[in-house]
């Protein structure tokens, strides 16, 4: 493990079931939470997009896509109905579902909740789903009020804070209290691939001053930006646990075997979903 992961939890599984290759945290799911990211395996989309393609918004023919997320959410006994997605900004404005937002932005891209980035909801059998090409997805589960989130974490988002604020939705809606909070830092773009540019580099060194073994530079000084790391280290600042915080280091850069990737792939490709619910 990375930059001072030592004590974090390693409770992540890379599961094949029907059909679906996905990660998912074992100790969440015998708690009553469904977790899933999804890979490009295992879906009918073709060409750039093949297979598991979820994203509604990246030219990919409509009726593949929702197969798609028919079949990922039927591992989960789930269906599109009872899924929520929002539009993905690059913000860090976070939402909180109710009953009355169940399937907006399942079928259609133009039913997501609006100008957000992050979901949070204590209402069972609703299932958050947010999509993914090298940015970070944190999964959020407060065990004590059962209540769930999900934060689409880029760059901006995470310069926007977007963690730390879903955090603090979770505290001012279901009165979760952060040393008890749980959370999830999945795939996505690691330190091996992340290069940013001098004035990038300038603006984190700013933002986070803080914080420490974010960036890092090579032999020829390019520098290399830890997504997961920085947001792992503001989870902390917000009173998250470091010992309750798990971290799936795989970088989709790397593994374009099993994963879209924005950057690789020059901005031609798919999305894997990240998915998240209540049971009961």
Request: hydrophobic residues 35%; contains cysteine; aromatic residues 10%.
């Amino acid at each position: 493990m990375r930059n001072g992961a030592e004590g974090q939890m390693r409770a992540w599984d890379y599961r094949n079931k029907e059909g679906m290759r996905f990660i998912t945290k074992p100790d969440w799911q015998v708690e009553g939470i469904d977790l899933g990211f999804s890979t490009r395996l295992g879906g009918v989309s073709s060409g750039i997009y093949e297979s598991l393609n979820m994203g509604l918004h990246v030219g990919d023919e409509y009726e593949l896509v929702c197969e798609n997320r028919r079949r990922f959410l039927a591992v989960f006994n789930a269906g599109l109905d009872n899924t929520v997605c929002c539009q993905q900004v690059h913000g860090a404005q976070v939402y909180r579902v109710e009953e009355s937002d169940r399937g907006c932005g399942a079928h259609r891209l133009s039913s997501a909740i609006p100008d957000c980035d992050a979901l949070i909801t204590d209402r069972p059998g609703i299932y958050l789903l947010s999509f993914y090409a090298d940015c970070v997805p944190v999964y959020f589960y407060d065990p004590g009020h059962r209540a769930i989130g999900i934060a689409h974490c880029g760059w901006k988002g995470t310069v926007g804070r977007i963690a730390g604020k879903t955090v603090a939705a979770l505290q001012n809606n279901y009165q979760t209290e952060a040393a008890n909070m749980q959370v999830f830092i999945g795939p996505g773009i690691g330190p091996c691939c992340f290069a940013i540019q001098a004035d990038l580099m300038a603006q984190v060194h700013t933002e986070f001053r803080d914080l420490h073994d974010i960036i890092t530079m090579d032999d020829k000084g390019s520098a290399y930006w830890d997504l997961q790391e920085t947001n792992r280290q503001l989870l902390i600042e917000s009173g998250v646990k470091a010992s309750n915080i798990s971290v799936c280091q795989l970088c989709t850069s790397c593994h374009t075997d099993i994963f879209y990737s924005h950057r690789k792939e020059r901005g031609l490709t798919g999305r894997m979903g990240a998915l998240i619910g209540l049971k009961y």
